[in-house]
């Protein structure tokens, strides 16, 4: 019964905090920590014996031992697991679409990444293992790889107006066609870093700031972090 009622406690929690930050009643900056909270929760219940303070009005658990409760949750009761995985996918799928509501840039991707090592971190207390782990957050490492990859399609964007504006008579090639070419070069599966400084140099858009946004890709793809 534990169960069934952490996992309904846990998809309410995830569906009413979607429901406040797509009506603007919650910011996106404290979404991913809530969620996470809801997931802990959830957990919580379902080792309800080792529960001693439940205070859903403030978000709070008091529990003897933090670290006991994840020993517990590792010892590893099939369905403790089985709940806490389907309810980070949950997680995940809600988490991934926060900035289609928000539009909050770069600091939207920095919590998408710090809620990811959350969900892994719980994942692994669980005992998932790493397959199932990895799986499970690949949608937020793409969401934000997505974002990564078209800042070169907004910088490229930037510096074709500025041309335009600022040097009077250049000719640049039309800009639909230039853009559909990068954004075909960003979604390949091989980020072909080379071509891309190459073709940007060809419709003279290359300047030095479009190194410092390579390198952030580059980096996210190698290790994850931004």
Known sequence: MSNVIALCVGFCGVVLFTHLLRTGALGSVVYPTLITVTALTALAIALSERLQVLDLKNLTLGLQQIQQ???????KADSVRRMGEELAELVVFNARSVGRFTGSGGEL??????ARDQIVQVLRDIGSDQK?????????????????KHEIINYLNDRYNRRLHLEPGVKLAPWQPVEAEFIALI????????????????????????????????????????
Request: proline content about 6%; glycine content about 2%; overall charge negative.
């Open 132 to 148: 199932r782990i990895d799986d499970t957050v690949k949608p937020l490492n793409d969401v934000v790889l997505f974002d990564l």
């Open 109 to 114: 991707d920095r919590q998408l990444i710090a």
């Open 187 to 226: 979604q390949s599966p091989d980020f072909n870093r080379p071509l891309i400084v190459e073709r940007t140099k060809h419709y003279g858009l290359y300047d030095s700031g479009l190194e410092p946004i390579l390198d952030r890709i580059e980096k996210f793809m190698r290790d994850k972090t931004l």
């Open 69 to 75: 409760v994840r020993a517990d949750i590792y010892a």
